[in-house]
């Protein structure tokens, strides 16, 4: 496995890859990886020859009171993982090295999209997301990038961004990995404490209830959101939204429509995660 801190190191090597015939996955992280990554690098493999890592905090997808600071930067575990993974190139820039300029050109996706859920509480997250992965998917080229269902939202921006963009990357959503309790697997975790940890079951419990509902027939969707918000402040967390959305663009559905998700985000102490399960 090679290791790249520079855009033209990197551009070299996956030229040479390219020259031999070469087909790259790439799985675009910001490192303090888990076995989501990992899951994702390993089918990286069923679509291409050479699978590609980055690992890159992105100040530009951090709002001034998150934790950009504190995110884990774990770079030797984040190696071992990939090695394992199968990954044979990581670009791993300082931030000098993808932002030598300020990043004064953006780009802004389309808000009807962005503009809810995560970035009505985020405000300019998907625009530092989609700023970041454009100027990764060029200088990677990869023909296929794998991201996390985890991130439902960020995975329909980064669809949206190549089908509007005309990029020929084929992108693949990958399932959430979860743990034995059914908390989905997520860099954040890391900052939970032991009780905490023991309680962040509760998500996946609130969703959960909520998909049975939609399953057994039940369309009353506010009663629905209502009842899972209840339950996690009952349990002491501080929720942010519970929505029942259309898997399609994440708008509202009718009651008569299926192919659903439940998305939610919610803070239990400081520590902010987001989940969702299909219906
Ligand atoms: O999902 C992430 O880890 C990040 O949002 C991404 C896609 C690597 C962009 O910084």
Not at 128 to 133: D, F, H, L
Not at 182 to 203: D, F, K
Not at 214 to 225: S, V
């Amino acid at each position: 496995m090679q290791i790249h801190p520079t855009v033209a190191g990197l551009r070299a090597a996956l030229d040479a890859e390219r020259a031999r015939g070469a087909r790259i996955a790439f799985v675009p992280t910001m490192g303090n990886l888990h076995e989501g990554h990992a899951s994702l690098m390993r089918q990286g493999h069923d679509h291409a020859d050479v699978v590609v890592a980055s690992v890159f905090v992105n100040r530009l997808q951090f709002g001034p009171n998150e934790d950009f600071d504190r995110y884990p930067r774990t770079m030797e575990a984040d190696c071992a993982r990939m090695q394992a993974a199968g990954v044979a190139h990581v670009f791993a820039p300082a931030e000098a090295e993808l932002y030598p300029q300020p990043q004064t050109m953006k780009v802004v996706p389309d808000p009807v999209l962005a503009d809810i859920l995560e970035g009505a509480f985020r405000p300019g997250f998907f625009t530092g997301v989609a700023t970041v992965v454009t100027k990764l998917f060029n200088i990677v080229q990869p023909q296929v990038a794998l991201f996390g269902k985890k991130d439902y939202q960020q995975l329909m921006v980064i669809r949206q961004l190549v089908s509007q963009l005309a990029l020929p990357i084929a992108i693949v959503g990958g399932e959430t990995e979860r743990a034995d309790d059914g908390l989905a697997l997520s860099s954040r975790n890391g900052y939970l404490s032991p009780a905490e940890r023991a309680q962040a079951v509760q998500l996946h419990q609130a969703l959960s209830a909520a998909r049975d509902a939609l399953r057994a027939g039940d369309r009353d969707f506010a009663r629905i959101e209502a009842d899972a918000m209840a339950f996690l402040q009952a349990g002491g967390w501080s929720p942010q939204y519970i929505a029942v959305r259309r898997q399609a663009d994440l708008q509202s559905p009718a009651a008569h429509e299926s192919s659903l998700v439940i998305v939610a985000a919610a803070l239990l102490g400081t520590t902010r995660l987001i989940d969702n399960l299909e219906v």
